[in-house]
């Protein structure tokens, strides 16, 4: 069977929406997947921000290590547990920093105390002292007091463009059934059902 992209996004969409409307607490929240440049793999969550038949978004600090991680190497992988409606969705694919005109526009929907978290982390490296960050929380929060807060041009995001897509959904005695995307032309993707 061969489906166009658009197809796989609208039900990724219609998971999304009956996950959400089940009441997951956290439906965005997708566990994303990077390797170092030793091949050891390295997972934490990050929120889905947006998403279309381009990929899927997140932000982040760009000198923390999942973005170091990808920076040296782009292939990772995405992957959501909805366990209120039995699914499990999992893209893999190359991340694309956003441009910055795309960054910039989501940033600017943050709440100003996020945008000044975002100056105030340096994602990923050590706190010296315990006070630290506290401290530079109140530098920014400072610095910004009067004015909007402008992105970091070290926070940005990444969109991660598919070349795979898993949907899992669990059935009766461990009988799940699973089907893979890939593309085969720019438009269309081929299904394969794997064994559970
Ligand atoms: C529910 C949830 C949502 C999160 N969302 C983000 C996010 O969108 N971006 C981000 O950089 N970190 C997010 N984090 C924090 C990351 O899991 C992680 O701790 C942080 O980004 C540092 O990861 P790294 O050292 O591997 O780069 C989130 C954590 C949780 C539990």
């Known amino acids: 069977m061969s489906i166009p992209i658009s197809e796989l996004i609208e039900r990724f969409q219609k998971d999304l929406d009956a996950t959400t409307q089940k009441g ?6 997708m566990t994303l997947s990077t390797v170092n440049e030793n091949g050891f793999p390295s997972s934490r969550v ?14 982040t600090n760009l000198t923390s290590r999942k973005s ?36 910039d526009a989501y940033f600017a929907t943050r709440a100003k105390q ?8 340096k ?9 630290d960050f506290k401290k530079r929380v109140v530098k920014y929060g400072l610095k910004f007091a009067t004015s909007k807060v402008p992105r970091p041009d070290f926070w940005s995001g990444f969109r991660i463009v598919p070349s795979k897509i898993e949907f899992w959904q669990k059935r009766d005695f461990r009988l799940h059934e699973r089907q893979v995307f890939t593309p085969d ?7 394969v059902r794997l064994y559970p």
């Open 24 to 29: 997951h607490p956290e439906p965005t929240a």
């Open 46 to 59: 990050v929120l889905l921000k947006a998403f279309d038949e381009r990929g899927f978004v997140f932000y």
């Open 68 to 103: 170091r991680e990808i920076q040296n190497n782009p292939q990772v992988c995405i992957n959501f547990m909805w366990h209120n409606i039995s699914k499990q969705i999992r893209v893999e694919g190359r991340a694309e920093q956003v441009s910055d005109q795309e960054a």
């Open 114 to 121: 996020s945008q000044i978290g975002a100056w105030a982390s």
């Open 123 to 131: 994602q990923s490296t050590e706190i010296e002292q315990k006070m």
């Open 185 to 191: 032309t720019s438009v269309n993707w081929n299904e």
